[in-house]
């Protein structure tokens, strides 16, 4: 049973939820005690490792601050990385790059400017992404390079190229 490219993609935008992130607390969490096992809450200005698929609502509700000046830096460099490496080369992407990106822009719904940043990060990628797959370079060489949704692109296209090439020059 196969599945299509919007399932696959759900399923590892589903897992990387699983992910997490840096997050420091704004307030006093109270301690929990469930009969005799007590777990202590976090502080305020403690440094905690949240789940990707959390950190948003506590956020939103001001609960924590997490840490995205480390994304805006990795976006910058990734950008200048792949554009020294040309047009035959891609960089490697944290595999949990487009999940940060995603919580970047729920977060910090203001900055356009990071998002005109990725996008055109995305570009270059998706060009690189298109040329290794008509290439026919083998996924193999690829995996530690790009990212899981990359990799799902990477083989639909390589695919669907494969798919056209034997139609188009069948004997029948």
């Known amino acids: 049973m196969s599945t299509t490219l919007k399932e696959s993609l759900f399923m590892v935008k589903t897992l990387g939820a699983l992910n997490s992130i840096?997050?420091?607390?704004?307030?006093?969490?109270p301690d929990f005690k469930f009969d005799y096992i007590k777990i202590n809450g976090p502080k305020k200005g403690e440094i905690l490792d949240i789940g990707l698929w959390l950190a948003?609502?506590?956020a939103e509700k001001g609960l924590i601050r997490v840490g995205l000046e480390d994304f805006e830096a990795e976006v910058f460099n990734?950008?200048?990385?792949e554009k020294i490496l040309g047009q035959h080369q891609l960089?490697?992407?944290p595999q949990d790059f487009y999940q940060k990106f995603n919580l970047?822009?729920?977060l910090k719904k203001d900055d356009q400017r990071i998002k005109i940043h990725v996008y055109d990060l995305i570009k270059i990628r998706i060009s690189k992404?298109?040329?290794m797959a008509f290439q026919g370079?083998?996924?193999?060489?690829?995996?530690?390079l790009l990212t899981p949704e990359e990799i799902i692109l990477f083989e639909k296209i390589k695919n669907d190229l494969e798919a056209w090439y034997s139609?188009?020059?069948?004997?029948?």
């Open 129 to 131: 992404i298109i040329q």
């Open 22 to 29: 840096k997050a420091e607390f704004t307030k006093d969490r």
């Open 167 to 172: 139609s188009v020059f069948s004997d029948g």
């Open 137 to 144: 370079v083998e996924i193999d060489k690829l995996e530690t």
């Open 91 to 93: 960089g490697p992407l």
């Open 56 to 58: 948003p609502m506590l």
């Open 78 to 81: 990734a950008i200048n990385k």
């Open 104 to 106: 970047y822009i729920r």
